[in-house]
Nanobody, 126 residues
Framework: HVQLVESGGGSVTAGGSLRLSCSPS????????MGWFRQAPGKEREGVAAIYTGDSRTVYYADSVKGRFAISADNAENTVYLQMNSLKPEDTAMYYC???????????????????WGQGTQVTVS
């Protein structure tokens, strides 16, 4: 069973930066694709970014965050990061880390591919 623990959310002014962290158990043995999703009040959950945890470390981004967000994985620290720069008020949401047992691929943003979820961390941009 995989458990995900997120940290790093908070409140910033527009243009600021935050870094989210996700530390999964079972990493490297079960999880093949690690993703970040977000959900704003009254909106559907959307995929933000994902990373394949194999050797290629292929990354995927939603168009809305390309050039501003960066996802990375550190095997030594058993942690996946989401570096968020140039934050905008529309980035305000609850952010969730998610893990899938198959490679990311073209359907990386489909939340139903992910079997494991963290509890979420709030990001507020004013």
């Amino acid at each position: 069973h995989v458990q995900l623990v997120e940290s790093g959310g908070g409140s910033v002014t527009a243009g600021g930066s935050l870094r989210l962290s996700c530390s999964p158990s079972g990493y490297g043995h079960i999880t093949k694709c690690m993703g970040w999703f977000r959900q704003a009040p009254g909106k559907e959950r959307e995929g933000v970014a994902a990373i394949y945890t194999g050797d290629s470390r292929t990354v995927y981004y939603a168009d809305s965050v390309k050039g501003r967000f960066a996802i990375s994985a550190d095997n030594a620290e058993n942690t996946v990061y989401l570096q968020m720069n140039s934050l905008k008020p529309e980035d305000t949401a609850m952010y969730y880390c998610a893990a899938a047992t198959s490679a990311c691929g073209g359907t990386w943003s489909n939340q139903y591919r992910y079997a494991y979820w963290g509890q979420g961390t709030q990001v507020t941009v004013s």
